[in-house]
T-cell receptor, first 109, second 117 residues
Framework: AQRVTQPEKLLSVFKGAPVELKCNYS??????LFWYVQYSRQRLQLLLRHISRESIKGFTADLNKGETSFHLKKPFAQEEDSAMYYC???????????FGKGTKLSVIP | DTGVSQDPRHKITKRGQNVTFRCDPISEHNRLYWYRQTLGQGPEFLTY??????LEKSRLLSDRFSAERPKGSFSTLEIQRTEQGDSAMYLCASSFWGQGSYQETQYFGPGTRLLVL
């Protein structure tokens, strides 16, 4: 069975401070990992995926297969980063996303 | 707005009533997904269509739930004899997958919030 764990329900940081949103997964194989974000009163949208190895809005995430983690990082938090963040997994040959419970990021001005 | 649209956005119903939700995917997207999200949880997969064919149903989708995508475009999700436990946000997502595709992105709609009294 595949599972995604986001240990923090809420994370508060000051503007300009580094941010790390944790995500651990359980999957016997090579999954594809994603971070989705939901800003206030907006729909869920893709932030980044591990396969692209890109930085979006200053966020990066590295897939660590040894630790089965895919933590989301940003060196300097901005107020507009305040949102709900979901880590998600797609198994090989699959099409359904398995989501974690989400972490609410609050950036304090 | 050319994104995924869902109708209605909110639905309040009494226990035992039937409800139907509609999802219009992004034009030319051949894959369509339904997810359910309850309070404090991430979205959970319900079912998936490739064109008009329903290829996968989660065990979360009891016999009271039925989904269709008759012409491979819009989709409907019907819940019969609603129960209070059906109260949730129902999300629709669509994507394109074809020959030569190597990445798939699911684009989500705004959701339909159902409250069963």
């Amino acid at each position: 069975a595949q599972r995604v764990t986001q240990p923090e329900k809420l994370l508060s940081v000051f503007k300009g401070a580094p941010v790390e949103l944790k995500c651990n997964y359980s999957y016997s194989g090579s999954p594809e990992l994603f971070w989705y974000v939901q800003y206030s009163r907006q729909r869920l949208q893709l932030l980044l995926r591990h396969i692209s190895r890109e930085s979006i809005k200053g966020f990066t995430a590295d897939l660590n297969k040894g630790e089965t983690s895919f933590h989301l990082k940003k060196p300097f938090a901005q107020e507009e980063d305040s949102a709900m963040y979901y880590c998600a997994l797609m198994g090989a040959g699959s099409y359904q996303l398995t989501f974690g419970k989400g972490t609410k990021l609050s950036v304090i001005p | 707005d050319t994104g995924v649209s869902q109708d209605p956005r909110h639905k309040i119903t009494k226990r035992g009533q039937n409800v139907t939700f509609r999802c219009d995917p992004i034009s030319e997207h051949n894959r369509l997904y339904w997810y359910r999200q309850t309070l404090g949880q991430g979205p959970e997969f319900l079912t998936y269509f490739q064109n008009e064919a329903q290829l996968e149903k989660s065990r979360l989708l009891s016999d009271r739930f039925s989904a269709e995508r008759p012409k491979g475009s819009f989709s409907t999700l019907e819940i019969q004899r609603t129960e209070q436990g059906d109260s949730a946000m129902y999300l629709c997502a669509s994507s394109f997958w074809g020959q030569g595709s190597y990445q798939e992105t699911q684009y989500f709609g705004p959701g339909t919030r159902l409250l069963v009294l």
